[in-house]
């Protein structure tokens, strides 16, 4: 008798989960969670709504999730009705159907690599081939070399990340009108991170009405500090939503997750209220990194990620030692910390202050050398990239 592992997708086989570490310490900043739990009057409303449903929890749920659609539809603005909105227990679900409807086996799905680790995994699960795009010097993407890799590949899906994880820089705009320009298939831009964008930083949303293939996914895991509540959606094309349904679980979202998600969103405003405190902590550690030689970028999500840092496992290592928790990307000499409560960043900082001293120039001004996701992906530093393309960000220029 052959064993399960014998037996399994040969595509799948030797393959690693995600798996980012839940180790309990206290103070975790690895999964760009929101710190802050949920205030009092947003916990007490979601127990009326949940208490609402308890009766009914013999019938299923509403499998279109009409009345969430067309709460998120409202939050997002730019017109957007709810036939153009769809939700799922979080955008990992709502892009692993994307996946499942316009991938597959036979067909393919490029990213630019380091991005989120969650896109190649689901293109895995789902069969889709995945194409892993190049970035230049300091991890940027320029138009032409983002229009040149979609040309070359002519991929069915192209996931884009705005604010990008892990490096926390907001996509250039001309990158993405660029690739709608050139792209087949799809192209999904993930802006998981949206809220914590800075001034003038635009959102794809705003081409949605001109560009049929486009879609934007969103989670209310991050800004919302919801990320218990598993709830993703996405904007696009009405068609796009539509050819969802063929590939969605019926009644994927409980009745519970629906009832829970418009309770908070009826509360965006509370909830919400946290963003300017952890923008704030996001500033402080990117200007105490920077003061302590790290190579930081400018960023536009609630993390990090700092560079320099020579063996950065050990550099971890020290920290946990501490009861501080960070992100390993895969990076040589990069770690990813995610901006929390003023106290958190405190620990962070005094933990870091004794595990980590940069080494003397010029071997501080290291330029990121390649980790197993950068592979072959040049030299030069974030903050070069963040200076040098400030202009074309998406981000308005003053005035
Ligand atoms: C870029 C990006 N997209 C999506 C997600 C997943 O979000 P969700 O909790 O909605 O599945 C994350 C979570 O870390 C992320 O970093």
Redesign the pocket.
Known sequence: MTGVTDLLREDLRGRQPYG?PQIDVPVRLN??ENSYPLPEPVVEALQRALAKELAGLNRYPDRDAVALRTDLAAYLGHGLTRDQVWAA???????QQLLQAFGGPGRTALGFTP??S??PLLAAGTGTGWVDGRRGAGFDLTPAEAAAQVRAHRPHLVFL?SP??PTGTALPLPVLEAVLEEAPGLVVV?E??AEFARAGTGSALALLADHPYLVV??????AFGF?GG???YLAAAPEVVAALQLVRLPYHLSSLTQAAARAALAHAGVLLGTVEAIKQQRDRLVTELRRRGATVADSDANFVLFGGLGDQRAVWQGLVERGVLVRDVGLAGWLRVTAGTPAETDAFLAALDQVWRPAPAPSSAAPPSAGSTAAGRGAGTLEAEASGAGGSQLRRKPG
């Not at 227990?89 to 892009?95: D, L, R």
């Not at 996914?217 to 991050?222: F, P």
């Open positions: 980012a999964t760009n227990n979080g955008s990992n679900e709502v892009q991005s989120y969650m896109h990340c990008n994880n993930d998981a991170y996914t969103r989670t209310m895991s991050k990320a598993r709830v993703g």
